[in-house]
């Protein structure tokens, strides 16, 4: 088990406050689960009815059943800042990559197999981050990409994301946020 830097906790910090603890009360649970549906489907223009809004709940919930099954250690089903902290301490990748996985097919809302400038920009404002800075961050972390972001480039940046500790390294931006 390594220790998290300063920096590293800062953008899990982020990822934290803009994804999982939308409703602010210091844990993640099924009502930010909740919360976080609407937005996103709100954010692609998704109504109840559609077999998006189906499909978007079911990637989320898959993603809160991973994110809790790995690091809600004392089993109160919710997620502390603490239990983050220590689940990206440990060198396990396993849960990590299906979280991943489902980020991008979050992302990649026309399911063409790359994340374009609006899709990215789109789901961060739903998330609350604004529009310039995450038009800042999309550049930052596609700009040898042609604008895009394919899956492989996908993979490089979000492992870039949870394990560097260099500040100018893309992947840092691959959340929306221009800025630590
Ligand atoms: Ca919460
Ligand atoms: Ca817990
Ligand atoms: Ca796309």
């Known amino acids: 088990m390594s220790s998290l830097s300063t920096f590293r906790k ?53 993603v809160w059943n991973v994110v809790t099954a790995k690091a809600d250690t004392d089993s109160d089903n919710q997620v502390s800042v603490e239990e983050w902290y220590r689940a990206w301490k440990e060198d396990d990748k396993e849960w990590s990559h299906i979280f991943r996985d489902l980020m991008f097919l979050l992302e990649d809302a026309s399911c063409d197999g790359h994340i374009d400038v609006d899709e990215y920009i789109a789901l961060y404002k739903a998330m609350g981050l604004t529009e310039e800075g995450s038009r800042e961050a999309f550049r930052k ?40």
């Open 10 to 62: 800062a953008k899990l910090i982020h990822v934290f406050n803009t994804f999982f603890d939308i409703n602010g009360s210091g844990e993640i649970d099924e009502k930010d689960l909740e919360i976080a549906v609407k937005r996103v489907c709100e954010a692609r223009g998704w109504k109840p009815s559609d077999p998006e809004y189906g499909r978007t709940q079911k990637t989320l919930k898959t």
């Open 141 to 180: 972390c596609a700009e040898k990409n042609d604008g895009e972001i394919r899956k492989e480039r996908f993979d490089e940046l979000w492992e870039e994301y949870f394990t560097s500790d260099n500040p100018n390294a893309p992947g840092n931006f691959i959340f929306g946020k221009a800025h630590f």
